[in-house]
């Protein structure tokens, strides 16, 4: 009987375990579609400010910024976006991957995130900024971001700013990347077949740089941020699904060896009534 109450036990504790998977499905599956409509939303926005960026480059070459400033340096801040929580897959560990592979191990780091910035200290990295981003993203908080990657290249402590990001896919799909934020590259195409660089900018090209740059850096660090959040939790909902699929099978499996067990130590109580019986004729 020691059996069947310790597998009544196993049962009981897997329900429990199910019953809150289920919970932070549910609850990542809610925050999981305002995430991504606000990531899918900010690409269409993010297109037609690369068309305006790729106008200015094309017809005006001789347009300058210190923002668009080729550095021959090594010197290299990187702004890594994970997540602050777990349970959701692999999303920082494949993150982590890429940012070890793609970005100079000598880099200064700015996080968003308390599970990266936790790693990255634990190697000893110079982590010099801390962010902690709401939910949904607020574009200020993507604007406060921006503003000191900027102020840190402007100021010549760095030859090169990129971001380290998941970018969403689908539901079940996100891609770690990291890509160039500063010095910022023009786009040489945003996709549009009837575009045209016949424009005329007033009061100058240099002052319309002036102008776009930061709102176009401050909408990159904003894009990554939703894309990230979009990522964090499509990937918590399918791993507390799979999670929930997986603890319902397990309690399948202990049901099924509960009942053997059970039925084994009534057919064992039922042979020594009989055998009882008979001995006693």
Do not use: W
Not at 50 to 61: A, M
Not at 123 to 152: C, M
Not at 167 to 173: C, K, L, P, Q, Y
Not at 206 to 235: G, K, M, T, W
């Amino acid at each position: 009987m020691a059996n069947l109450r310790d597998i009544r036990r196993r049962i009981k504790s897997v329900k429990n375990t199910a019953q809150i998977t289920r919970a932070m499905q549910l609850v990542a599956a809610a925050k999981m579609k305002k995430a991504q409509d606000q990531a899918m939303a900010g690409r269409d926005y993010s297109k037609q400010l690369n068309g305006v960026l790729q106008d200015i480059s094309e017809g005006f070459s001789d347009a300058s910024h210190a923002l668009l400033e080729k550095r021959t340096g090594d010197r290299e801040l990187v702004l890594i976006i994970s997540t602050d929580k777990g349970l959701c897959g692999a999303v920082n560990t494949n993150l982590a991957r890429v940012v070890r592979g793609q970005t100079s191990a000598s880099a200064d780091y700015v996080t968003v995130g308390r599970k990266l910035r936790v790693m990255m200290e634990k190697l000893g990295r110079n982590v010099i900024a801390d962010f902690s981003v709401k939910d949904p993203v607020p574009f200020g908080d993507a604007r406060a971001i921006a503003t000191l990657l900027s102020k840190e290249f402007l100021a010549n402590n760095y030859d090169k700013v990129t971001v380290a990001y998941t970018r969403f896919v689908n539901t079940m799909s996100q891609q770690p990347e990291v890509v160039q934020l500063l010095p910022v590259v023009p786009p040489t195409t945003h996709g549009d077949a009837t575009h045209t660089n016949d424009f005329l900018f007033e009061p100058s090209p240099n002052d319309v740089l002036s102008a776009i740059l930061p709102l176009y850096i401050n909408f990159l660090v904003f894009q990554a941020l939703v894309e990230a959040r979009a990522s964090e939790h499509s990937a918590r909902m399918v791993a507390m699904k799979s999670a929930t699929d997986n603890a319902k099978k397990f309690i399948k499996e202990l049901t099924l060896d509960y009942n053997k067990l059970r039925q084994g130590a009534i057919t064992s109580e039922l042979l020594e009534i009989t055998t009882a019986m008979k001995a006693m004729e």
